[in-house]
């Protein structure tokens, strides 16, 4: 059985991976410090899939605690890194916190991956990294544009890391996925997103505003350059991002990748305003989600939506989940943590 380490694989992305990974006959280990997530989420994955995965509480900073976990689980065929700080509104307050947590970790991670025998990483990477693109849909080969946060400019930079890397390690492989805007849950609802705090993304928002812990949406400007005036944006189901990484990881694990460094974007291929989500999410949970627009968000892009040709082409992975589905269980989830608080 293949050994993976999924860092963050306690978090919103990890979770719903490790379960893709173990029903895929991957043995998993998790590597996270719960700074962004609750231990609760091991037992939810186990509820999901029927093993429990290896959990370290262990913070990706500690390089001694690193060396010594990788010791205690030796033979590990490779790394999914998704443990990093992502609130990009926090990053603009806290730089040094990000740049310290983000890269750092993946540092620490890529010098000892040779010291271990590890030779393959795959990369949580960000559609942020292009900004607003010249053209649309986007593809892996736009270029990058400068960032608008801290946190946007930690992930260029990881990627910049890694390249350098590998460029110096001819034996390694890494894969750099470039997520769109992951939202939902899994279809369980055992396993889903927990925002801390007041929910900076819109999905966690409607939800939390239509089960009546928010008073109302606030929808960052109308006056964009789109059909409707709100921005666009490619929403992919989470499950559907969470199956993308396996099909990444066989693809390193049986020597396939043509590079050292592979890049692919995942998303849906489809733009949807904020407007249209709401509406989506109204129609097929009937549901009101309270909301009044207001003036733009700093830093937004006006809309931007992914090419998946090379994932769907290169990986064989594409996006099938609907948004109606997806916002489905978004809603679900979200009324399943109100049962808890209620408990
Ligand atoms: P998340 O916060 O839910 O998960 C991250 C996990 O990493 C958390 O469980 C947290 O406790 C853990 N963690 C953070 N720093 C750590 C450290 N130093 N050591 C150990 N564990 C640590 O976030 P997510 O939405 O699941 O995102 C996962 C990855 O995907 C991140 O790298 C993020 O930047 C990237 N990403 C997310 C989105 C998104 O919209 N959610 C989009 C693009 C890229
Ligand atoms: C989506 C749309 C908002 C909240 C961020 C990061 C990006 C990536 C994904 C990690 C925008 C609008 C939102 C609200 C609103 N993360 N909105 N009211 O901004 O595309 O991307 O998360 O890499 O790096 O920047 O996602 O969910 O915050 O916003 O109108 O209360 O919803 O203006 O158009 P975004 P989001």
């Not at 976990?69 to 490779?78: M, N």
């Not at 960052?220 to 396996?246: E, M, Q, W």
């Not at 733009?296 to 290169?314: H, L, Q, S, T, Y």
Request: net charge negative; hydrophobic share 40%.
């Amino acid at each position: 059985m293949k050994k993976i380490i999924v860092t963050g694989g306690a978090g919103y992305i990890g979770s719903h991976t490790v379960v893709e990974l173990q029903q895929a006959g991957f043995e998993v280990i998790i590597i996270d410090n719960l700074s962004n997530s609750r231990v609760e989420v091991i037992s939810g994955i186990e509820k999901i899939t029927g093993i429990r995965p290896h959990f370290e509480n262990l913070d990706c900073l500690d390089y001694i605690g690193l060396d010594k976990l990788l010791k205690k689980h030796e033979g590990v065929d490779a790394i999914i890194h998704f443990a990093a700080s992502k609130a990009v509104g926090e990053s603009v307050e806290k730089p040094l916190l990000y740049y310290r947590n983000n890269l750092v970790s993946l540092m620490n991670l890529l010098e000892l991956m040779p010291v271990h025998g590890i030779k393959n990483i795959v990369f949580s990477s960000s559609c942020t990294v292009y900004g607003q693109p010249d053209e649309l849909p986007v593809s892996e080969n736009a270029p990058i544009k400068p960032a608008l946060s801290p946190y946007g400019n930690t992930k260029q930079v990881c990627e910049e890391i890694i390249r350098d890397t590998l460029h110096a390690s001819k034996s390694m492989k890494a894969v750099l996925l470039r997520y769109f805007n992951p939202i939902g849950a899994h279809p369980s609802a055992l396993i889903g997103e927990l925002p801390n705090g007041v929910p900076n993304n819109l999905v966690p928002f409607i939800t939390q505003t239509a089960i009546g812990l928010r008073k109302q949406l606030s929808v960052f400007g109308n006056d964009y350059n789109t059909p409707d005036g709100s921005c666009i944006r490619d929403y992919i189901n989470v499950v559907d991002l969470a199956k993308a990484h396996v099909t990444a990881m066989k693809r390193m694990l049986d020597n396939k990748c043509e590079e050292s460094v592979e890049v692919f974007n995942l998303g849906t291929g489809r733009g949807l305003s904020v407007l249209e989500i709401i509406d989506i999410f109204q129609k097929v949970n009937g549901v009101e989600v309270p909301h009044k627009i207001v003036g733009r968000r700093d830093g937004d892009i006006e809309k931007v939506w992914a090419n998946p040709e090379r994932a769907n082409k290169v990986l064989g992975w594409t996006a099938v989940e609907s948004i109606e589905d997806t916002l489905r269980s978004a809603w679900t989830w979200e009324k399943r943590l109100a049962e808890e608080r209620i408990k």
